[in-house]
């Protein structure tokens, strides 16, 4: 910041003053249109006076981040609540390290991965190292992967088949080229590359499974132009799997089937059974319980018409007594 400045502390021989002037950063333009799944090559410079900044040790604690932020239109009319989130994509140092070619020479070049879903983005690119912050910013649209990717699996007559087809409108047409791994069960590789045949946007890789069984892993790299500017696209595919197993034994699954069929059919046929037995045991349960009923009843009458009888005679004498001769 311009004005008198003043440094206070203790003087030693190894005190020292650094001033740096006119301090700026200087980064290339991100392309307007990106797509999902690009890697792109970028690069900044931290200036001073117009030329990089080589201090050493205040080098050693810059860094370069790239934050990209969703898009609104009244951004200015959305509470905190509702603003996206900020998300960080890359945070490098001038370290040698990645795509960074030297240390120390205040060029950050970066490969800044773009994985976020399609849309309008703010981009806002900081160098700092907690002192000075030095920032730019634009916009830039995401567009959907411009190609697809489709796996048939093979046999012991066909081989495996990694299809990929460029979107006609996006991809110049014989630029599409690929580099796909496949990874056996044992851990060994095989690699193939091809290029799209002149005026062609479809690249197929042929792999055999080598005749082992267990899980399959495939991933690889996609290259290709951008139609409409001539620029260069990198994608990384993602890791993908699938299975081999042996081959079967068309008689033996037969058997298996139709014993598989007949040991369903016999467990059917006991469930019908012992549900037959349930049933009628259960009639069983219900006559006899109706049946002690009945005795219980026709029994209770009989013992109460016998003692109505006892009673009846039992009167008879005292209302012969009674009677006038």
């Known amino acids: ?3 008198p400045w003043q440094a206070i502390g203790k003087v ?3 005190n020292n003053i650094q001033i740096i002037s006119q301090l700026s950063l200087k980064a290339e333009t991100l392309p307007q249109r990106i797509y999902q799944g690009e890697k792109l090559k970028f690069t900044a410079r931290l200036m001073t006076d117009d030329q990089p900044l080589i201090v050493d040790n205040i080098l050693d604690r810059v860094n370069l981040k790239v934050v990209m932020t969703r898009y609104l239109e009244s951004q200015e009319q959305t509470d905190s609540h509702t603003r996206p989130v900020p998300i960080v994509i890359g945070e490098f ?32 690119i900081t160098t700092g190292n907690g002192v000075f912050l030095r920032a730019l910013e634009q916009e830039l ?21 990694i299809i990929i087809q460029g979107e006609a409108a996006t991809i110049e047409s014989g630029s599409l080229a690929t580099s796909i791994e496949l990874q056996s ?7 193939v590359q091809h290029q799209a045949q002149a005026g062609k946007n479809e ?5 055999n499974d080598l005749n082992q069984m267990g899980t399959y892993h495939w991933t690889g790299h996609v290259y290709a132009n951008e139609a409409s500017t001539g620029r260069a696209l990198v994608f990384d595919l993602p890791t993908r799997t699938f299975s081999v197993v042996g081959a079967l034994d068309l008689a033996k699954a037969e058997q298996m089937q139709a014993a598989a069929r007949e040991a369903k059919k016999k467990a059917e046929q006991e469930a ?13 349960i219900v006559a006899i319980v109706l049946g002690n009923l009945v005795l219980i009843v026709v029994g209770g009458l009989i013992w109460w018409l016998v003692q109505r009888k ?6 008879l004498p005292e209302m012969q007594l009674n009677m006038p001769r």
């Not at 030297?102 to 994985?115: N, S, Y």
């Not at 006892?310 to 009167?315: D, E, G, L, V």
């Open 1 to 3: 910041m311009p004005g």
């Open 310 to 315: 006892r009673a009846i005679r039992a009167s």
């Open 185 to 191: 069960p044992d851990a060994s590789e095989q690699v």
């Open 12 to 14: 030693t021989p190894k």
């Open 272 to 284: 019908q059974i012992l549900a037959h037995r349930e049933q009628v045991r259960t009639r069983a």
């Open 203 to 207: 690249v197929t890789s042929y792999f």
């Open 93 to 124: 140092y001038d370290n040698g390290e990645g795509l960074d070619e030297r240390a120390g020479d205040g060029i950050f070049t970066v490969e800044l991965p773009i994985e976020l879903e399609p849309g309008k983005y703010n981009v806002r």
């Open 141 to 161: 649209l995401i567009y959907p992967t411009p190609f697809s990717s489709k796996f048939i699996q093979g046999d012991d007559k066909a081989p495996h088949q």
